[in-house]
Structure formats: C-alpha cells, structure tokens
C-alpha cells in the first residue's frame, strides 16, 4: 500500500510539474499585413525619400513562440530570436534585431544588412513596426557608394488558425 501510494504522490508531482512548465510555453499565428511607411534611397548624394511612391503592402504569416524563457518569430520562412522578456511593463512587446555583412571582390564590396522589429503580440492581434536598411559601401569598383534603400513599414495582424 505504502509503495502504491509513494508512486501516485510522484505521478502528481511529475504531472504537476509538467503542467506548470507548459503553462509558460505559448505559439500563436497570425496573418499580418506590412504596409510600408517610409522607403528611402541611400545614393552617395544622401537619402532621398518618396513618401507618395510606397510599395503596396504584402500579406505575411507571423508566428510568436515563447518555450522556455526563449522567444522565436517566424516570418514566413525566416526565424528570428527574440528578446527573452519584452518590455518589464508589457510581456507581450516583443523586440528582436538581425544584421547581415557580406564582402566580396572587386573592392571588397561591403553590403551590410540591419533589420529590427518591435511588436505587441497578445491573444487577439500583433502590431509594430519592423525597419531594415540595407548599404553598400566600397572603393571604385563597387561603383557609386554609399547606396542601398532603408524601409520602415508597419505590421498590422490578427490571430489565426494554424496552418
């Protein structure tokens, strides 16, 4: 009797255990619209904005996973590692931040990519801003330099099912 009731005492303190751990994982989708705000130039004369020439906004599937004190955005395809806690007054902001550096003859050539977002990601929607500034920079064989585009678009979406 002793030795059933110590195996059902550990059972419901595994399960218990296992229960409160999943309570802090979440993964939630959402159908999100980025619409562009701001798209820059960057020529060697300086940046050069056209706020009446934007590009149309484009539909994108977004997904927030929280496991373990980790948070994940998928962007479509991409996986972004986000920050572990958001904001210390709001746990849904969300912010995360990539960059990309490639080099390449003639030169060398430098195209350095930045991109960040931050987002407010709850239940029923997710909302923000994402910005990404892509620069190329070099001697005369790269051509003309500085020169890329930097964007600003904001993101707009609702909860979805999962796909």
Same mark, same amino acid.
């Given at each position: 009797?002793?030795?059933?009731?110590?195996?059902? %005492?550990? &059972?419901?303190?595994?399960?218990?255990?296992?229960? !409160?751990? *999943? !309570?802090?994982n979440?993964?939630r989708?959402?159908?999100? =619209?980025?619409? $562009?705000?701001? +798209? *820059?130039? @960057?020529?060697?004369?300086?940046?050069f *904005?056209d706020?009446?020439?934007?590009?149309?906004?484009? @539909?994108?599937?977004?997904?927030? +996973?929280?496991?373990?004190?980790?948070?994940?955005?998928?962007?479509? #395809? #991409?996986?972004?590692?986000?920050?572990?806690?958001?904001?210390k007054?709001?746990?849904?902001?969300?912010?995360?931040?990539?960059?990309?550096?490639?080099?390449?003859?003639?030169?060398?050539? =430098?195209?350095?990519?930045?991109?960040?977002?931050?987002? %407010?990601? =709850?239940? /029923?929607?997710?909302?923000? +801003?994402?910005?990404?500034?892509?620069? &190329?920079?070099?001697?005369?064989?790269?051509?003309?330099?500085?020169?890329?585009?930097?964007t600003? /678009?904001? @993101?707009?979406g609702? @909860? !979805? +099912?999962? $796909?």
């Amino acid at each position: 009797m002793r030795v059933v009731v110590l195996r059902l %005492l550990v &059972l419901a303190l595994g399960l218990s255990a296992f229960g !409160a751990g *999943c !309570a802090s994982n979440d993964f939630r989708f959402y159908d999100v =619209t980025r619409t $562009p705000t701001e +798209e *820059c130039d @960057i020529l060697p004369q300086g940046e050069f *904005c056209d706020p009446e020439g934007l590009s149309p906004p484009t @539909i994108e599937t977004w997904s927030v +996973e929280r496991v373990d004190g980790v948070v994940r955005v998928y962007v479509d #395809e #991409e996986v972004w590692v986000a920050s572990e806690n958001g904001e210390k007054d709001d746990p849904n902001t969300v912010r995360a931040n990539k960059l990309e550096v490639d080099t390449r003859d003639p030169g060398p050539c =430098t195209n350095t990519i930045t991109r960040d977002f931050k987002v %407010l990601a =709850t239940d /029923a929607d997710i909302t923000g +801003e994402i910005h990404e500034k892509q620069r &190329l920079v070099g001697g005369q064989d790269c051509g003309d330099t500085p020169r890329g585009l930097r964007t600003t /678009a904001r @993101i707009d979406g609702v @909860i !979805a +099912e999962a $796909p």
